[in-house]
């Protein structure tokens, strides 16, 4: 059967704004959604028993719901090159290169997610090697079990996600993202306060409700990346493992899992660790400032998302300095629109963290923490989306050793550092450092990208091959 043919994907007139907000329209959206999410499930576990006065369950959510996503964040950051790899296949015209792509990458997801469950024995040990109170070491780890669990859902959804926006379907993916988001509040709701005759799970119902959200998503995308004109159009009939394009999509999506992962879990471990001796007052004002903090980098990670797509089309199409245009626009909108929630934290903070608790002291440690984190806005937006712009060019090995680097020396290490022997400056002194490396590693992505390294990568062995598509580029 003949694959029904498919227009050229840099033969349209769009304005370069337009082509950027109409990809990342729908992925900031779907960033938003997720963060909407977060915020639902926190919000209703702090009003779950007595977690308005102490904070326990919304506190081990956000402890053991970032060291999940750390743990996970291999395999995410590694799904994400399946953007990359299929965007650059998209632009030089390579349809079947699109499906297989696609298919190592639910391949990988399958795989790393049964790695993952071999963790499930040990979620009291690491809780407990924190130092935290058994009270809290429970709960958190019943709440880390179920996400884990739960992974291979969410990065087989990331691998169809990302193969959507690689192909220029957006909406789908935002589409699939409303109705999981949907479906996980109103799950999230019955399970937790024990609707429709169910017993009430409070935190497990959070976990739960989360796991039950993402799989309806993944159901959707699926649904939806096997239509008719979709399947035959990118070949996802073929299903096979392939050794090339597999190794291929890890030799430049380990590293960015890398990345993310020394992220991801640097911000962990600051949390249920270099915050541990302040208490766990101080452990909940610095779980609700990252609930805030998520409503300004979600989007921009988005914002990113589309930038990496568009760095990928244009390399692979022969035209790389169209793909540094869009990474300077991608950088002007997230940059002020972190500006603007850094405006927000900083005027708001003390209405902004009543939402989520009443007690004076986390309220008085908590308006302190997003003094900083309005401070961190820029150089975030920086980092974020001149960092999607390498992904998309295939540069990650050496960003991934800079942010590991940083990361784990000032965040985790200098953190704990000033936590031990300078108490006096109680949460504040390791927020100053966590500052610091921020600015550090936004200036570096910058400067990485504007030096133009990245010009000379070619995945997959092969030049663009710009004749092979016919382009026309509408840019001013």
């Known amino acids: 059967m003949t694959a029904p043919e498919v227009p050229s994907p840099l033969s349209s007139a769009r304005s370069p704004l337009g082509e950027l907000l109409l990809l990342a329209g729908p992925t900031v959206a779907q960033m938003a959604s997720y963060t909407l999410m977060q915020f639902i499930d926190t919000w209703l576990l702090s009003r779950f028993g007595d977690n308005r006065v102490t904070g326990l369950e919304p506190t081990a959510a956000s402890n053991a719901g970032m060291l999940s996503f750390a743990l996970i964040s291999v395999g995410f950051g590694t799904l994400m090159e399946v953007n990359t790899l299929v965007s650059q296949c998209f632009g030089r015209g390579d349809r079947r290169g699109c499906g297989q792509y696609l298919w190592q990458g639910v391949w990988f ?97 959070s976990a739960l409700g989360q796991n039950v ?38 030799a430049v999506g380990l590293p960015s899992g890398a990345q993310l992962t020394a992220d991801v879990l640097a911000w962990s471990l600051f949390s249920v660790w270099v915050m541990a001796p302040f208490g766990t007052e101080t452990m909940a004002a610095n779980a609700f400032t990252f609930r805030f903090y998520s409503v300004s980098f979600m989007p921009a990670y988005g914002i990113a998302m589309a930038v990496t797509a568009l760095v990928g089309r244009y390399i692979g199409a022969g035209h790389p ?58 150089f975030d937006a920086m980092y974020i989306i001149y960092n999607g712009a390498l992904r998309g060019a295939g540069d990650t090995l050496i960003p991934a050793v ?63 091959n710009v004749g092979a598509i016919g382009v026309t580029v509408a840019d001013s």
Request: net charge positive; aromatic share 12%.
């Open 402 to 464: 800079v942010t590991m680097t940083l990361c784990w020396g000032i965040t985790v290490a200098g953190g704990r550092a000033i936590a031990t022997h300078l108490p006096q400056y109680g949460a504040a002194g390791p927020w100053v450092a966590s500052t610091i490396y921020g600015i550090l590693l936004g200036t570096f992505s910058y400067l990485r990208f504007v030096r133009g390294g990245w010009r000379r990568i070619h995945l997959n062995g092969a030049a663009s």
């Open 321 to 378: 300095e169209v793909a540094a245009r869009r990474a300077w626009l991608g950088f002007v909108l997230a940059a002020g629109y972190m500006l603007g929630c850094g405006v927000l934290f900083l005027l708001g903070r003390h209405q902004l963290l009543k939402l989520f608790t009443g007690n004076p002291e986390i309220l008085r440690i908590g308006s302190t923490l997003l003094v900083y984190a309005a401070i961190y806005q820029f």
């Open 109 to 205: 997801a399958l795989l790393y997610s049964l790695v993952l469950l071999a963790l499930l024995p040990f979620a009291r040990s690491i809780f407990r090697l924190f130092g935290h109170a058994e009270m809290l070491v429970a709960v958190e780890a019943t709440y880390l079990r179920i996400m884990i669990a739960g992974a291979g859902l969410k990065l087989v959804q990331v691998a169809f996600s990302q193969f959507m926006l690689a192909i220029d379907r957006p909406m789908a993916v935002l589409m699939a993202t409303v109705i999981g988001v949907s479906v996980n509040a109103l799950a999230a709701w019955i399970f937790i306060y024990g609707k429709l005759g169910l017993a009430p799970l409070g935190i497990r119902g």
């Open 213 to 250: 959200g993402v799989l309806v998503e993944m159901a959707v995308l699926i649904l939806l990346a096997c239509r008719r004109d979709t399947r035959l159009a990118y070949h996802l009939r073929e299903w096979k493992f392939r050794w090339n394009q597999f190794r291929a999509m890890l």
